[in-house]
């Protein structure tokens, strides 16, 4: 079991930067991936960054790739996702979530491959 926390959210102008974090807790020594997702009003979750394993690989969606920065602190068991060059279409309700095992059909981009899951923490970007 991994219980994940959210924090950092907040109101930016357009532009602005953020940092999130994720704190994690319980068995986070077998988690096999991290991932930020977004949920915007009316829209689907989608996926913003990944961490594979201890910051072997990260993932990013295109829309964040140059922007968004995905790192990990292992000491902490913390993920953060700094948020730079801030959009309004950036704003929505950010979840973190942790992938307990490799599933080989599930890329970490897919948000069926994740486990556990915060609760939210709300980004609002103004224009």
């Known amino acids: 079991q991994v219980h994940v926390v959210e924090s950092g959210g907040g109101l930016v102008q357009a532009g602005g930067s953020l940092r999130l974090s994720c704190a994690a807790s319980?068995?986070?020594?077998?988690?096999?991936?991290m991932g930020w997702f977004r949920q915007a009003p009316g829209k689907e979750r989608e996926f913003v960054a990944a961490?594979?394993?201890?910051?072997?690989?990260?993932l990013y969606a295109d829309s964040v790739k140059g922007r968004f920065t995905i790192s990990r602190d292992n000491a902490k068991n913390t993920v953060y996702l700094q948020m730079n060059s801030l959009k309004p279409e950036d704003t929505a309700l950010y979840y973190c979530?942790?992938?307990?095992?490799?599933?080989?059909?599930?890329?970490?981009?897919?948000?069926?491959?994740?486990?556990?899951w915060g609760q939210g923490t709300q980004v609002t970007v103004s224009s």
């Open positions: 979530a942790a992938a307990s095992v490799v599933r080989p059909s599930i890329a970490p981009t897919n948000k069926y491959g994740y486990d556990y």
């Open positions: 961490i594979i394993r201890s910051g072997l690989s990260t």
């Open positions: 319980g068995r986070t020594s077998s988690t096999y991936a």
